[in-house]
């Protein structure tokens, strides 16, 4: 019945979206943001603790919303892991123009694990909940408590 | 609960017919249209109303001294006496145009809020209203020294009366605004009661029809009413035209709110003096079109009749209330003994966004999120729900579609 749907949640999206694997509080962390969807009540709290080298050592997030916005949240957590902030937020960048464009440039290899989320784009409506965790990324490298929204 | 089916007194086929929109397919489907709480679809009659008046009939009101002005002036004011009868207002003059209820109730908390109550006083509201319900209160609160009171709804989703005579023991309440229809619970709220017992305590009391009007029929003289509030789009009509009805007494009594043309009795840069109600209300050129266009819904609503509406939607929402708890993992919220054609109802396994994609993917419009009543998702400790709502021209077998694809929906999220 759902058949026109597979691009939008494929099963890494369902997985993700149902067992997400990030979807918990770092007890030790250096930076903290949330995000706010006001339109449709999504919400996250993003934990990001930093190793020795400056690089993400770890991200964490307890968040209510959807299907896509928890594996977009949980794949984020995973793809920024053992990046340099400035990697993490050209990423966020990056993710951002895929989730409404679609394009997913295939020589890109650090979109690789995120172009799952690609599918998101013919669904405007939707498009947000995928960019939600991002935006929260993005406030909490530069050290916001809050993410501002698109 | 009332699970016999009462007969239908409306010809449903021929009500379909009178809306071009329900013969549109969605992503190849069949349109089914359960999203009718948030803004109905107009009918034929609203749509030519309109057109009509653009294409023979048509200037600025109260203003022009020839012909088109004043056609278009008796067909603008046609429209009071069309919402007097339909709301059993005893005097034309009390009924004012705005732009929708949320104006409406902004007009109330700025002029009756700011004009008459005074710091101090406290204003009632429910725990089931919508956000224009609860912000132009807060508003008022912060400007004037209003205490905002919440009067709490039981488990069931009804208003608890007991708590709320409570909140006005003290004799400080100016003013109570409350929904006469939740549009997240479907509950609706005992009006005449709510108003006896406010006047007991020396308080108005306003009422939010937005989504009442809709489904039953609505006397304000006989609730008891002092304001009564309702928007137009929702009613079958066009958007951008809301209606407040009000005591002329009380209108009379009130400051303006918007300051402009066509709320003046005259204007010199010393002083201006107010035009008559309802004319002191109605700054500017008025939503002219979209009162034609209410008119037409509104003629559109009696010939039917609400007895008809009432039991059609009465039949439709038993049936949506059976047939979407025997899906699993369905929930509904709410359990109010009186309800209207609202079904707000969570999904175990999928978040009302998911649902509502999948839903629309089959063709089913339903609404998913906080429906704007934050406060009450939060006292159920939800973040969202989804909704179907229903109106003259739903069918059982669009309730049987959106159950029948909820048990796929629960399937595809296994």
Known sequence: MFEDLRDLYQEVILDHGRHPRHGHRLEAFDATAKGDNPLCGDRIQLWLKYAPDGTIAKAGFEARGCAISIASADLMAEAVTGRTPAQASALSARFRDMARSGIAPDDDPDLAGLRPLSGVHEYPSRVKCATLPWHALVAALDGAQEAGSE | MNVTTKPALLDLARIRADFPILRQSVHGKTLVFLDSAASAMKPRAVIEAMSGAMETQYANVHRGLHWMSERTTEAYEATRDAVAGLIGAPDRHEIVFVRNSTEAINLVAHSYGRGIMKPGQAVVISAMEHHSNIVPWQMLRDAHGIELRIAPITEAGELDMAAFEALLADGRVGLVAITHMSNVLG??????????????????????????????????????????????????????????????????????????????????????????????????????????????AIGYVQAIGYEAIAAHEAALTDHALARLSAVEGVRILGRAQDRGGVVSFTLDRAHAHDVATLLDRQGIAIRAGHHCAEPLMHHLGLESTARASFAVYTTHAEIDALADTLARVREFFA
């Open chain 2, 187 to 296: 509950s609706y709220t005992p009006a005449e009661r709510i108003a006896a017992i406010a006047h007991a305590h020396g308080a108005r009391v306003l009422f939010d029809g937005s989504q009442a009007v809709v489904h039953r029929r609505v006397d304000v003289a006989a609730l008891g009413a002092d304001f009564y509030v309702f928007t137009g789009h929702k009613l079958y009509g066009p958007t951008g035209i809301g209606v407040l009805w009000g005591r002329r007494e009380l209108l009379e009594a009130m400051p303006p709110f918007l300051g402009g043309g066509d709320m003046i009795s005259s204007v010199s840069y010393a002083r201006s003096t107010w035009a008559q109600v309802p004319h002191k209300f109605e700054a500017g050129t008025p939503a002219i079109l979209e009162a034609i266009g209410l008119s037409a």
